[in-house]
Structures are given as structure tokens and as C-alpha cells.
């Protein structure tokens, strides 16, 4: 589902099959939540938003989407720093984690209990010559018909660890 943005013009909720939507929490979290906050009470007191009101709220709309998706985007990046660093004193260790997506160069795994996402690369795995099926997502073996899907559970051990590209590399085990 799309990221929702800020926006003057009333497009409903697709998901909740509302025809009119607003939502806000308490006015100290957000600025948005402020702006909600004040243009109910404006029409709680039966005034009109005029054009000038209009164009500065479009304005407020856009630049809070932005902001928005601008702290999420830190908020990823400080939490794969993290888990990066995190995984940087375990090299060598062994974990149980998910394929969380398959390509044609390896498998993502996310180690389970810290849901440390890491990639193991094709060429790292050892018992096979491994190819991408495109259509069903999926790795074969082409000697021993071994397949590698999403939503399987492995065995891995940490690789190695990069802070500065915040990636982890994993072992099949």
C-alpha cells in the first residue's frame, strides 16, 4: 500500500472505504496534527478557508509529506546503522533466519531474533550451482533440485559486516 501524503484536497480512504478522511493524534506530536486540530475549531466557529488560507495550507501539506518522509528515511537508515554495528562483534556466529527476498545474486535473510536483515551471495553457496527462477522467486540447484523461497527458515552465520555501506553478509549453514 502507498505511503499516504499530506494533502488540501479530500481523496477519502481507500482502505477503509470512507469517503471523507482526516486523521490526527495530540497536537504536540506533529505539526500536521496542529493544523487538523485548528482547522476543525475553525469550522467548529463556522469560518471558511479563502484562497490566500487555501494556497498556505497546500504548502504546509507538501512540505510536511516531505519532512515526513525525510525522517522516515533517517529513522531506516539509523536502524540498519545499528543493526550493522550490532552484527559487526558477532562474525562467525550462527543464527536462524528467514529469506526475506531472492534474486539472481543471493537471498535476503533477516536473523530472527533481531531481525537483522543480511545478504547471502550466490556465490557463496557451496553444494550447487544455484539459478534464479525468476517467476516462481526462488534459487535451484541444478544438480540436487535444492530451492531457496521466500518465507524459508535457515541456518546462517555472520560473514562479514560493512558500517560505512550498511550491509551484512551471511553464510549458509
Not at 44 to 65: A, C, H, M
Not at 155 to 163: C, E, Q, T
Request: charge should be positive; proline fraction near 1%.
Amino acid at each position: 500500500m502507498a505511503k499516504a501524503i499530506y494533502s488540501t484536497k479530500n481523496v477519502g480512504h481507500y482502505g477503509l472505504a470512507f469517503e471523507y478522511y482526516a486523521h490526527f493524534t495530540s497536537p504536540i506530536r506533529r505539526y500536521p496534527d496542529i493544523v487538523v486540530h485548528r482547522l476543525l475549531t475553525d469550522h467548529l466557529k463556522g469560518l471558511k478557508v479563502g484562497k490566500e488560507k487555501l494556497s498556505i495550507y497546500e504548502e504546509i501539506s507538501r512540505k510536511s509529506s516531505e519532512q515526513e518522509k525525510c525522517a522516515s528515511d533517517a529513522e531506516r537508515a539509523s536502524i540498519k546503522y545499528k543493526q550493522v554495528e550490532y552484527m559487526s562483534s558477532r562474525i562467525g556466529q550462527v543464527f536462524k533466519g528467514i529469506i526475506s527476498g531472492v534474486t539472481e545474486w543471493g537471498v535476503y535473510v533477516e536473523e530472527m531474533e533481531t531481525k537483522c536483515e543480511g545478504l547471502v551471495r550466490v556465490r557463496d553457496i557451496q553444494d550447487d550451482f544455484y539459478v534464479f527462477n525468476e517467476k516462481k522467486l526462488e534459487l535451484v540447484g541444478q544438480k540436487k533440485k535444492k530451492k531457496y523461497r521466500l518465507g524459508d527458515c535457515i541456518k546462517i552465520k555472520v560473514k562479514n559486516v560493512d558500517l560505512e555501506r550498511k550491509t551484512i553478509d551471511y553464510l549458509l549453514i
